[in-house]
């Protein structure tokens, strides 16, 4: 049976529980375990599916078309390990269980209530599907107090008196704040934390503190007496040159130790390999050359919106030894002032349109791409960003001016549809516009058959087939194929039964490529996805025209 680490947060959100479990979940790998991580997430939203970027930051799809949290998106980069649809759970999809399953009487006319029947399901959601896995790490959204929280916190406290004592470990994050005025680290809002999570049953065994200055050893001693935890069992966590140095910065103040020590595991433990993470802090930390990205998109405002796009970007610099510098530009700048297009475009060696629902922008992204297509700048278009690019080289390679998407209104030259049925492993998937905004979507992994003489194909190390992930309601309409191809864009990815156009590119282009697909969505570290380092080795090779 596997172990469980249940980690939860307190004092403040945005404290890092996601990328500290995924760095724990990399140092128990790295000793040679087999691990799982999961995320539960107490909003009433089935999933973060129809939530604003803004909201909730990027939603990450899995290989099995799960709508999920941008934590995912940490715990396969760390781990390499994918995720699955039963690897998050939220109180709405929870609660939508349970009413259905009322609804259809099978609670037998009983009264159904948040204990046991809420905590029932959360705790079933724990224990499912633990396979041959050492270690299932079990992240709680949130922070201890809110009232959202509340029953998967329940949920727990049953779940460590039910499993054997030694199989559970609970992690609570901390803030430990530094007041500049007193010039000294205050101890008391984590001691409060702790006595709240204590109040509800639930004893934490190791505590992660974050913190601005080191941590000193009275104030270290003094959080374990309060708090009720070894000394040992008090970690800081100070802020890291990158969160790809947050492994072997646990590691050094012996976060995998100490819960090993906890399930009475560390004498027969080997020592971590952290071989592969010094290469990749080493590659991050010590480029050997720089190269400037614009990322001309919609939600720029906020980071978390392009988590994984960002990552991705970073990959690729890694597998070129190339530092990069992203610059989020606000695609409808360029709908407002056509000439700030030179003066935001010219300096930068690639470009970038990521993906995006709404027609806000969408002018400005055809125009960056243009830009790009003309100047011969290396381009990158996905999903939205390939649909863009098609339809700029309807309107301006293949005389078709008025050329859109159904996306946007009514069109009288739809260059981009609507997607309404498509063939998946499950069958014949069918969709309408009247279908509810979270299952219009073609979500998941799908295949696409590469032609042997692209770009692309090389880009793949000669690949015929791959296998990448999607999320999209629209399609680029095939019937436009050959006008398009006239207009010079090549369609070298296709789906299987050659109905979905999945690549586009220009062989008369340095570097110019559109997918219909998320690649960042599988670009890990250790091993960059081949379309991001393809593009920062183009604008790399940008770099040195200019």
Known sequence: MARYIFITGGVVSSLGKGLMAASLAALLQARGYKVRIRKFD????????????????????????????????????????????????????????????????????????????????????????????????????????????????????????????????????????????????????????????????????????????????????????????????????????????????????????????????????????????????????????????GVVGKYVGLPDAYKSLNEALVHGGMANRTKVNIRWIDAEVFEQDEGDILSQLEPLHAILVPGGFGERGSEGKIASIRFARERKVPFLGICLGMQMACIEGARNMANIPTASSTEFGETPEPVVGIITEWMSEEGLQQRSADTDMGGTMRLGAYQANLAGNSHVSQIYGGATEISERHRHRYEVNSAYKEKLEEGGLIFSGMSPDGLLPEIVERPDHPWFVGVQFHPELKSRPFDPHPLFSGFIAAALAQSRLV
């Not at 994918?82 to 009983?110: C, F, M, P, W």
């Not at 809110?146 to 054997?164: G, H, K, M, T, V």
């Open 42 to 293: 107490p909003y009433l939203n089935v999933d973060p599916g129809t939530m604003s970027p803004y909201q909730h930051g990027e939603v990450y799809v899995t290989d099995d078309g799960a709508e999920t949290d941008l934590d995912l998106g940490h715990y396969e980069r760390f781990t390499g390990v994918s995720a699955h649809q039963n690897d998050n759970i939220t109180s709405g999809r929870v609660y939508r269980d349970i009413i259905t399953k009322e609804r259809r009487g099978d609670y037998l006319g009983a009264t159904v209530q948040v204990i046991p029947h809420v905590t029932d399901a959360i705790k079933e959601f724990a224990l499912q599907d633990q396979g041959d896995h050492d270690f299932i790490l079990c992240e709680i959204g949130g922070t201890v107090g809110d009232i959202e929280s509340l029953p998967f916190i329940e949920a727990i406290r049953q779940l460590r008196n039910e499993l054997p004592q030694e199989e559970t470990c609970l992690i609570h994050v901390t803030l430990v704040p530094y007041l500049s005025a007193a010039g000294e680290l205050k101890t008391k809002p984590t001691q409060h934390s702790v006595r709240e999570l204590t109040s509800l049953g639930v004893q934490p065994n190791v505590l992660l503190t974050r913190c601005e200055h080191p941590l000193p050893e009275g104030e270290r001693r003094k959080i374990a007496l309060f708090c009720n935890v070894r000394r040992e069992a008090v970690i800081p966590a100070l802020d890291a040159s990158s969160i790809y140095a947050v492994p072997q910065q646990y590691h050094d103040e012996g976060l995998d130790r100490e819960v090993l020590r906890h399930f009475g595991m560390l004498d027969q433990s080997r020592a971590p390999d952290m071989a592969r993470w010094e290469d990749v802090v080493d590659r991050f930390e010590n480029p050997e050359g720089e190269v400037t990205i």
